[in-house]
């Protein structure tokens, strides 16, 4: 079966890129948070077709190719397990993510950069454990000083995340876009555990 996106025909009007599905794993829980893991209605299809996934709930819109007509799912689950990742990579998108994207001298969010804690012109290196995020009036501030030469304090040690710490991180940052199919899916566990 051809199943190359340009030949189905979306009956979805001007908005038809946009009908993402929520991707859950074999557990039923999303194959990530944070960013959250979503694709293509091409994609999805595609999956679909290749019996990767079974749909578990569907958008209005349908999609036709001469062989098959489809509602564009909007929750898949995948039939086979994908192990989560172990190693979390030194990012400066994990990096902020640990400190909950604010900054870790004042907890101010938005526009972040990140700061050595010990100087790098004092020896400190680029690590987990000598990395936070900072805002630019406090990076600008501390400069090449210390903490205690500022007067900073930090109210977590810096250290490597462990995955199911980031994952957890992840979770209190929602897409602007929710699909009402998705929220059972994305909020009955967070929910539970607090
Ligand atoms: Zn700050």
């Not at 009956?11 to 929520?22: M, Q």
């Not at 074999?26 to 293509?40: G, V």
């Not at 199911?164 to 929220?183: A, I, T, V």
Request: hydrophobic share 35%.
């Amino acid at each position: 079966m051809d199943i190359n996106s340009t030949s189905l025909d979306a009956d979805v009007g001007s908005t038809h890129n946009f009908k993402p599905a929520l991707v859950l794993n074999a557990d039923y829980r999303p194959l990530s948070y944070f960013p959250l893991s979503l694709w293509s209605w091409q994609d999805t299809i595609k999956a679909t077709v290749l019996k990767r996934v079974d749909i578990l709930a569907e958008y209005d819109e349908l999609v036709r190719s001469p062989s098959i007509e489809i509602r564009i799912p909007s929750v898949v689950v995948l039939k086979e397990y994908v192990k989560p990742q172990k190693n979390i990579v030194f990012t400066r998108f994990n990096l902020f993510l640990r400190d909950g994207f604010s900054c870790q001298y004042c907890g101010q969010g938005g526009e972040l950069t990140f700061d050595h804690v010990i100087p790098r012109s004092r020896g400190g290196i680029t690590s987990w454990e000598n990395v936070v995020s900072a805002c630019s009036r406090c990076n600008l501030k501390k400069g090449a000083k210390t903490l205690a030469q500022v007067g900073f304090k930090l109210d977590k040690i810096p250290r490597k995340p462990d995955p199911e710490e980031l994952k957890n991180l992840g979770r209190k940052f929602p897409p602007n876009f929710l699909h009402k199919s998705w929220l059972d899916f994305l909020y009955w566990d967070a929910e539970l555990e607090e």
